[in-house]
């Protein structure tokens, strides 16, 4: 691999800052979460800490390597924005070539790591993760549709079932419905987000929902999702996926969602979006952290 060192000297520490950067960590420990917590839920009094390091260490590659075939396609995008124009690939610091080939030889280790140490299934569907969010999502969708964030987004529902399917070797309706409420959660939380950088979207022509309708539409839509994701979120109580502690947490973690949710929709502004976004995160992982502890309980 051939990377460009010409602003950072050559330094080996400064290369791999590089490609740490391209495979956006921030945003992958929120995803980490949800595999790591899909597993110790499906495993239950049963965990393997082999298969739990193989899930959120390939989970990490598979979803770093996603983000680095990200970089590559969107590095006109990234150019132009202002949040962006710092990544290693606009900056000049990372030939999009090295980062293609970076991104795929994570996403093969992850596979290999999954495969041999959890189960095939497990390992399919990290790929298939990589696969939604860089072709369906980044390739044909985001600069296409306002529904881009919403069906692209769906990338987002694999680490939970990467974990389950690791632990039980299979899926059932509680996986599904992990991977719904991923699902349902992701337009409030990007919509949020994208509301505070419409005018970044709108300057490099990308059609997120905040860019195309006004912010009062935007948080209509996101405190529609918000309540469907609340009610998802409680619904693995009606075949015994989950007990009362995580039913009570649920339906309070999701009610405080909705009403930041609500709260948007009635301010419009950019203060409200930023509640609802960093809620947003709190929100998820605590479901999912609620959701192991009731599992280890009910074990």
């Not at 520490?13 to 979460?33: E, F, H, N, Q």
């Not at 980062?99 to 497990?122: E, H, M, Q, S, T």
Request: charge should be positive; glycine fraction near 10%.
């Amino acid at each position: 691999m051939r990377v460009s060192t010409g602003v950072r000297g050559g330094r080996a520490g400064s290369v791999a800052a590089d490609l740490l950067a391209l495979t956006k960590p921030r945003i992958v420990s929120l995803l980490l979460v949800t595999a790591a917590c899909g597993y110790l839920a499906g495993a239950g009094a049963h965990v393997r800490l082999t298969v739990l390091f193989a899930v959120v260490g390939g989970g990490a590659l598979a979803a770093g390597g996603a983000n680095a075939l990200n970089c590559a396609l969107d590095r006109d995008l990234d150019l132009v924005m202002a949040r962006t124009r710092g990544r290693p690939i606009p900056g000049g610091r990372v030939p999009v070539d090295d980062a293609v080939v970076f991104g795929l030889v994570l996403n093969a280790a992850a596979y290999l790591w999954l495969r041999d140490v959890a189960n095939p299934l497990a390992a399919d569907l990290a790929i298939a993760g990589t696969a939604w969010y860089v072709f369906v999502y980044t390739a044909w969708l985001k600069r296409r549709s306002t529904q881009n964030i919403v069906i692209g987004g769906a990338a987002g529902c694999f680490p939970p079932l990467v974990g389950w399917a690791a632990a039980t070797g299979s899926l059932d309706a509680t996986a599904l419905t992990l991977a719904a409420v991923v699902f349902l959660w992701t337009p409030a939380h990007f919509w949020a987000l994208a509301t505070l950088l419409r005018d970044d979207y709108r300057r490099a022509r990308v059609p997120m929902l905040p860019a195309v309708v006004s912010i009062r539409e935007t948080a209509r839509r996101a405190f529609v999702y918000a309540v469907a994701t609340a009610i998802a979120s409680v619904a693995p109580v009606l075949w015994g996926g989950a007990g009362p502690l995580y039913v009570v947490s649920a339906a309070g973690l999701g009610a405080v969602f909705v009403a930041r949710a609500e709260g948007f929709r009635r301010r419009a502004d950019a203060r409200s979006a930023g509640r609802l976004f960093r809620y947003s995160i709190v929100y998820l992982a605590a479901l999912f952290l609620v959701l192991v502890a009731d599992a280890t309980i009910r074990a």
